[in-house]
């Protein structure tokens, strides 16, 4: 299984970048795909995810309305557009992948312990 992240650049407040995740090594029957994302001197965050082939989409409260999560079965990717930037949004930005949510129960999505598998991130820095 693999996760490669990519799209993470520096921006200016207000702006917009679209994050992609291209996984490998796994169907997405089952799996909840997640975005997470951690500054520095911060923990990790849980930020949007998206599970059951695209049925379910979810978002943390303070990037509602301003990132949507989507997905494109064929080419095996996730995307978070994220539009109208803050620089509190400055992180290195983290897709995970798990079966383990559906399992669970959708309400668990936030939990980074249940996901096994994680790419390397990609940094985005939003400038005031």
């Known amino acids: 299984v693999q996760l490669v992240e990519s799209g993470g650049e520096s921006v200016q407040d207000g702006g917009s970048l679209r994050l992609s995740c291209v996984h490998s090594g796994f169907t997405v029957d089952d799996y909840c795909i997640a975005w997470f994302r951690q500054a520095p001197g911060k923990a990790r965050e849980e930020v949007s995810a998206i599970c059951d082939s695209d049925d379910m989409k979810y978002y943390v409260h303070f990037v509602e309305g301003r990132f949507t999560i989507s997905s494109d079965i064929a080419k095996n990717a996730v995307y978070l557009q994220m539009n109208n930037l803050k620089p509190e949004d400055t992180a290195r930005y983290y897709c995970?992948?798990?079966?383990?949510?559906?399992?669970?129960?959708?309400?668990?999505?936030?939990?980074?312990?249940?996901?096994?598998?994680w790419g390397q991130g990609t940094q985005v820095t939003v400038s005031s």
């Open positions: 995970a992948a798990t079966v383990r949510v559906t399992q669970v129960g959708l309400a668990s999505w936030p939990d980074e312990d249940l996901y096994d598998y």
